[in-house]
Nanobody, 120 residues
């Protein structure tokens, strides 16, 4: 099994910054994609940013130029640096990883979610 633990959420004023972290632990053979999703109240969960093991990165249009995703493979950790935050960024942010627990066993894992609130 693989467990993901997120940290770094909180309350921030518009224009401020936050950094989210998500560390994976457990029976990990290797991790392919790492990413962040968010779900605002009353809305569907949406992709924010994702990076794969080859280094390719994908961002939602709404966060391009403001958010930066990065990963530390040695620590099985993914980060999301969020700058110039807007009230519409308010949501629960979820970490997601596609991990192999053996060379032949592959699954998608989710963190518990961390609240980000952007408000004055």
């Amino acid at each position: 099994q693989v467990q993901l633990v997120e940290s770094g959420g909180g309350l921030v004023q518009p224009g401020g910054s936050l950094t989210l972290s998500c560390a994976a632990s457990g029976s990990i053979f290797t991790i392919n994609a790492m990413g962040w999703y968010r779900q605002a109240l009353g809305k569907q969960r949406e992709l924010v940013a994702q990076t794969n093991s080859g280094g390719a990165i994908n961002y939602a249009d709404s966060v391009k130029g403001r958010f930066t995703i990065s990963r530390d493979n040695a620590k099985s950790t993914v980060y999301l640096q969020m700058n110039s935050l807007k009230p519409e960024d308010t949501a629960v942010y979820y970490c997601n990883m596609y991990a192999y627990t053996t060379p032949f066993s592959f699954d998608s894992y989710w963190g518990q979610g961390t609240q980000v609130t952007v408000s004055s």
